[in-house]
């Protein structure tokens, strides 16, 4: 943090103004949605709560339809920036942040808040002092009663305990309560792990490192997200009680939806900070304080959005329109590369599979018939397609791949072993460029996408920070039929990324991508389909059975040889094969679990390679 100084031209003494000229010592962003009833409060409190400090004040109109606009343009040193429509909090806030540039220190602030006369100086000071990358204030509700703002990083049992407990027992210990609601911590300047987004001051610095807020979020859950982002980057989250801030809540509307968005988010929040298995579990415990408070309307609707993930659409969110395309890089700086390991030697069961002259064959058929007209048939060829070879493989295949590359369709490249920086001079050979965003696909050589599949992605809402894409819903083709299924791990994985220090979706399992980096799910329509077929050692038949007949726009002739059940098999699958297939694949994630914990993953390969040995 840098002293205030006074060049010549500048608002002080808690004056504010917009002037890109202007060094101010602190920069304010609100973000309003029908907000008439308070924006003139939280406008007039700002000089008294900032004295000696020169102050830039950004607020960016979610669309509102009630008066707000009016009331702010009687505040002729307050900019105003619209949106263009309802794009959420965190998309809010990334659109003023664009506009005022680099901050010395960054506010924000809820529309329904007050300042009190010097919290904003207290903040910055201690911010300076202390040298914190953030500082939050104590806040009160409207008639001057403390609310307890500050949190926990939210777990499993946390969550259940907000759950069982909620208000009650409020000194109960630490790892069964998400709030805080010791009276005695409240009146204690120091650090803690995160608190409510209603005003938060950030280091300018900071703020550039982190970038964006995620905007995935909507409302609810992003300031969780930036305090833990801003944690894992080493920054000092500090509570400053000299500094108080009233808060009225419920600024922006109440609503059932929003209730229920509240916890979706927070579902949402553990997906991409979290395993599957940690979220499943935190998603059990927020159905169960809904159902705990059933005679809530609020929170029944709640209850019936978190148990049925396919509503969760429903839920308030950014319109896919123009209006919402802000923070999202044109396509023309996205550089999307699709990697595939044809018969890429490796280790385990695969190596030996794909060394065999039969299993060579039928990939080739396989690969022939559905995965290259799908990726000649993409809606979008903004991509290049790398496929490795192993350099031993016969020359009939050899003489095959030729043919097939005389279009270009795809770049082959011979190597025995790729290492990650083999990886890159690979791609840097063919792309012969960096554009602004990178993109990298696993596509299966005996799989096929969608016809929009690429363009799902490079459209895909993203943190500016390196993410893992999954378009969650496929399809699997069997002997039996066409399944349907939410796989939101599957194989078909991207990594959007910078140029800097890339990883690419090979830097680890497909599985194990969340551990490392967070996880955009792409919810909709299948994206990708999954041919099983004999010699596959990793693959079955999963999901349901469906007719093909919705799917034939998305997937073409890739399903002209699935034929249409007849609604009585489909009943039947759904009653018994479903639940049949859900328990093997339960076991066999078990069996899998406890062979990682006690040989590790090289000995997992090692015993799936021994059993494929054996029974060939």
Not at 136 to 153: K, M, N
Not at 271 to 296: K, S
Not at 375 to 385: D, E, G, H, K
Not at 573 to 584: E, Y
Request: aromatic share 8%; proline share 5%; hydrophobic share 40%.
């Amino acid at each position: 943090m840098q002293e205030p100084t006074a060049p010549p031209g500048t608002a002080l003494s808690g004056q504010f103004d917009y002037a890109a000229e202007s060094a101010a010592d602190v920069d304010i962003v609100i973000v309003t949605y029908n907000n008439a009833a308070d924006i003139d409060a939280v406008l007039n409190s700002l000089p008294a709560g900032a004295p000696n400090l020169r102050l830039r004040v950004v607020v960016v109109d979610n669309d509102s339809t009630d008066e707000t606009l009016l009331k702010l343009a009687a505040h002729r040193q307050v900019r105003v920036l619209r949106s263009g429509g309802n794009l959420g909090y965190a998309a809010g806030i990334n659109i003023a942040r664009r506009d005022l540039g680099q901050s010395r220190a960054l506010l924000i602030l809820n529309p329904d808040v007050e300042v009190m006369p010097g919290a904003i100086a207290a903040m910055y000071g201690s911010m300076a002092q202390t040298g914190a990358g953030i500082v939050v204030p104590l806040l009160h509700d409207s008639a001057g009663v403390r609310q307890p703002s500050l949190r926990r990083e939210p777990s499993i049992s946390r969550t259940f305990g907000e759950a069982l407990f909620g208000d009650h027992l409020g000194t109960r210990p630490g790892w069964l309560s998400e709030i805080d609601r010791r009276v005695s911590h409240y009146g204690i300047a120091r650090s803690v792990e995160w608190a409510t987004g209603a005003a938060l001051l950030i280091d300018g610095n900071l703020a550039e490192r982190l970038g964006d807020w995620d905007e995935r979020y909507f409302l609810y859950s992003e300031e969780t997200d930036f305090f833990r982002r801003a944690r894992q980057d080493g920054a000092v989250i500090w509570f400053e009680p000299a500094s108080v801030i009233r808060h009225r809540q419920g600024g922006s509307g109440q609503s059932d939806g929003q209730t229920a968005l509240m916890a979706v988010n927070r579902v949402r929040y553990a997906q991409v900070w979290g395993t599957r298995t940690h979220a499943a579990w935190i998603r059990g415990a927020l159905l169960l304080h809904a159902c705990l408070r059933v005679n809530q309307p609020a929170q029944r609707h709640a209850a019936a959005i978190l148990a049925r993930r396919r509503r969760w659409q429903e839920l308030p969110q950014a319109p896919q329109t123009g209006a919402a395309t802000i923070g999202r890089e044109v396509l023309s700086s996205i550089e999307h590369v699709l990697l595939t390991r044809f018969n890429l030697p490796s280790a385990g069961p695969e190596r030996v599979m794909r060394a065999q002259e039969d299993s060579l064959a039928e990939r080739i058929i396989l690969f022939e018939r559905y995965c290259v007209p799908s990726v000649r048939a993409q809606t979008n060829q903004n991509f290049t397609w790398i496929i490795y070879f192993d350099p031993e493989s016969p020359l009939w295949l050899r003489e095959h791949v030729a043919v097939l590359q005389t279009d270009s369709i795809f770049q082959a490249v011979f190597r025995s072993s790729v290492s990650r920086s083999e990886l890159f001079t690979d791609i840097r050979a063919v792309v012969d460029r960096e554009r602004q965003v990178l993109i990298t696909t696993n596509l299966d050589p005996n799989g096929a996408l969608a016809t929009n599949f690429v363009d799902r992605l490079q459209h895909a809402d993203a943190p500016a920070r390196r993410a893992a894409l999954n378009i969650t819903t496929g399809l699997f083709a069997g002997r039996n039929g066409l399944y349907l299924r939410r796989d939101a791990h599957n194989a078909f994985c991207s990594v959007r990324e910078s140029w800097d220090d890339p990883v690419s979706c090979w830097a680890d399992w497909h599985t194990h991508l969340g551990q490392s980096m967070s996880v955009v799910e792409i919810e909709g329509a299948p994206g990708w389909l999954q041919v099983v077929h004999g010699s596959n050692t990793n693959n079955w038949v999963r999901g349901r059975l469906v007719s093909p007949l919705p799917y034939v726009d998305l997937f073409g002739a890739q399903l002209n040889a699935i034929t249409v059940p007849e609604r009585r098999r489909m009943l039947v699958d759904r009653l018994v094969s479903v639940p049949s297939r859900n328990a093997r694949q339960a076991l066999r994630a078990g069996a899998k679990w406890v062979t990682m914990r006690l040989f590790g993953p090289a000995g997992l390969e090692d015993i799936k390679l021994r059993f494929v040995r054996w029974v060939r």
